[in-house]
């Protein structure tokens, strides 16, 4: 079935925004927040994790995230290599490292928290100015969970 013309308008839209949006975001004051800058998604979500779960193993934190083992392997090695965290010996099963975070890897995370509130306060101070209702998100919130939904995450 060939989308009609408005279809087509909207997709064009929404991929514009879309890509404005990561642009936005991958700029959003870079140097106020240099630890985790260049950062992926996956490694910053270890980083919570390993705050929320100190002395995680690698399996249930890759079973966590839903990646391959040899994914987290490589996040882990990076984030080592940053002095994020470091591998210890599992004091329950000593055939396996345990994840523990270091203190300039709760320092990033705090930056990655802070950063969220900047750009969570910013984005609601743009709401404002723009006078756009709450009910935006009330919006964008059904979307989502038709998404959750009918993509079964």
């Not at 994020?84 to 995370?109: C, H, M, P, W």
């Not at 969220?116 to 101070?125: G, M, S, T």
């Amino acid at each position: 079935m060939q989308p009609d013309s408005n279809t087509e308008r909207l997709l064009e839209r929404v991929n514009r925004l879309s890509h404005r949006i990561v642009r936005l975001n991958e700029q959003y004051d870079e140097n106020s927040f240099h630890r985790i800058k260049n950062m992926s998604k996956i490694e910053i979500s270890v980083l919570s994790l390993l705050c929320e779960n100190p002395q995680m193993i690698m399996r249930d934190m890759s079973e966590w995230l839903q990646v391959s083992k040899s994914t987290m392997t490589g996040v882990i090695d990076k984030l080592e290599e940053l002095g994020f965290l470091r591998r210890v010996i599992n004091k329950q099963d000593r055939r396996s490292y345990a994840l523990e975070i270091t203190e300039e890897g709760k320092l990033a995370q705090q930056e990655h928290l802070r950063w969220e509130k900047d750009a969570y306060l910013q984005f609601i101070k743009a709401m404002q100015i723009c006078d756009i209702p709450e009910t935006y998100l009330d919006q964008t919130e059904k979307i989502l969970e038709y998404f959750e939904k009918t993509w079964e995450v």
